[in-house]
């Protein structure tokens, strides 16, 4: 359980003990853990637990003890070496995080799960959110678990399977003609006007605390493919950003993990990926910016990247600049080429943020920044189901069934 919340920028404590948004200072709120105390803890015996979800982790997780966990088994997502065939080749050591594995498809149920768990401990009735999709079917889902009502508020233009997912699963549904940053704003005057709990991404504490897991897996992951009981982490960490939770939360899991005495002081490069049409963090960084201001005319078809102003932007530009990270852009068409490339030579069917990794590894690739035998992590962090309506089917053969020709025809179509 963590025993305070620290202000991310300023570093005052905050209780720990009662229902919290941002600080005072209007930043996120960091968990922090008696790590010292358990540095008895060993990764051998995290290996050694039955439970099958992020919540092995559950002394770095806001919980007391596992039964209070409102869980669906997120997490524990397989670590998959990609083989070298076709554009492939040019990488002797890429692996895929496969997040598309997780409860309602996407890594936001790693999120939703800590937070609603913590919400739900602190006597939360109703959460609200704004979403570009994937966390407001995750919230759906972990508020039905845990008895809570949800209410969401997603741009117009929101991936119908996720609309669909959120009011199938009792979530009220507030289709807003606008940005998830107007949807943010209508849903902190909801909150403030109908008391509700505020889920937004960074604004309340644990949503980072439960995407930090992805941290801790990936470093026993890899030990556990290379057969080494030492964790290990990658050179290269690609991320496809919008609010930036996971980046965030995956650095702090290593922070964590070196003061637990479990891993040194080597970190991976971070890289963050964003959609030529909205790109907040990269134009910041590569501008030198230590904040991002809000990006105009934010346009893409990927959902999760269409974030214009990420509160937590100060934390990702420090990471990437601490990392000796990188931050990198790709257009609408290259990174739904890298969907393709991963389905069709990987068997990985992947959301548009997953292509976009894969295709930001291969511009990375070309200009030497990532060199072919290091070891490279991609974050696939949702499956290609929610997106069905951005994929197309232009090559399939109509077959008459009654005809006594078909082998014909169908021998010249192939
Ligand atoms: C599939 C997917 N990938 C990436 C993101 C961006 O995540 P983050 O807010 O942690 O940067 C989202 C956010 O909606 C998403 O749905």
């Known amino acids: 359980m963590h025993t305070s919340l620290e202000c991310s920028l300023t570093g005052e404590v905050h209780d720990p003990s009662k229902l919290q948004g941002l600080s005072r200072a209007g930043k996120p709120l960091l968990a922090r853990y008696d790590l010292q105390s358990l540095r008895h803890l060993r990764p051998a015996d995290i290996r050694q637990r039955t439970e099958r979800s992020m919540w092995r982790f559950h002394e770095v997780l806001p919980v007391d003890s596992l039964s209070e966990a409102v869980t669906l088994g997120e997490g524990m997502t397989p670590l998959l070496k990609c083989t070298q065939r076709g554009i492939f080749g040019q990488f002797s050591d890429l692996w895929v995080k496969d997040e598309g594995f997780n409860p309602t498809q996407s890594f936001k149920a790693r999120g939703m799960s800590a937070a609603i768990t913590r919400a739900l401990a602190l006597g939360v009735k109703t959460v609200a959110l704004p979403s570009a999709g994937n966390a407001a079917g995750a919230a759906t889902a972990y508020a039905a678990r845990a008895g809570l009502d949800c209410v969401i508020f997603v741009p117009e233009d929101t991936p119908p399977a996720n609309i669909l997912e959120s009011a199938c699963g009792g979530a009220r549904v507030i289709l807003v003609n606008g940005l998830i940053s107007d949807c943010g704003r209508l849903c902190r005057a909801a909150c403030d006007r109908f008391g509700w709990f505020d889920l937004s991404t960074l604004k309340e504490p644990f949503r ?90 934010a346009k893409t078809i990927v959902s999760g990247l269409r974030v214009p102003a990420a509160v937590g932007d100060f934390l990702m530009l420090d990471i990437l600049r601490r990392s000796h990270g990188t931050a990198i852009t790709l257009s609408d068409a290259e990174l739904m080429q890298g969907v393709q490339e991963l389905a069709r030579l990987q068997g990985i069917h992947g959301a548009p943020e997953g292509g976009a990794v894969w295709r930001a590894a291969v511009q990375l690739r070309a200009t030497g920044w990532i060199q072919p035998e290091e070891t490279v992590v991609l974050f696939n962090t949702g499956a290609a189901v929610k997106y069905n309506h951005l994929l197309r089917c232009d090559n399939a053969i109509r077959l008459d069934h009654t005809s006594a020709t078909a082998m014909d025809e169908l021998e010249k179509q192939l």
């Not at 080597?266 to 590569?286: D, L, N, S, T, Y």
């Open 208 to 297: 980072l605390e439960g995407k930090k897991t992805m941290g801790y897996e990936l470093a026993f992951d890899l030990a556990d493919a290379r057969h080494t009981t030492d964790l290990q982490l990658p050179d290269v960490i690609l991320y496809p950003t919008g609010g930036g939770t996971g980046l965030i939360g995956m650095w702090k899991a290593f922070d964590e993990m070196e003061q637990l005495g479990w891993i040194g002081s080597a970190r991976p490069r971070m890289v963050v990926v964003q959609a030529e049409g909205c790109a907040p963090i990269v134009k910041a960084f590569h501008d030198g910016a230590v904040s991002a201001p809000m990006f105009p005319n």
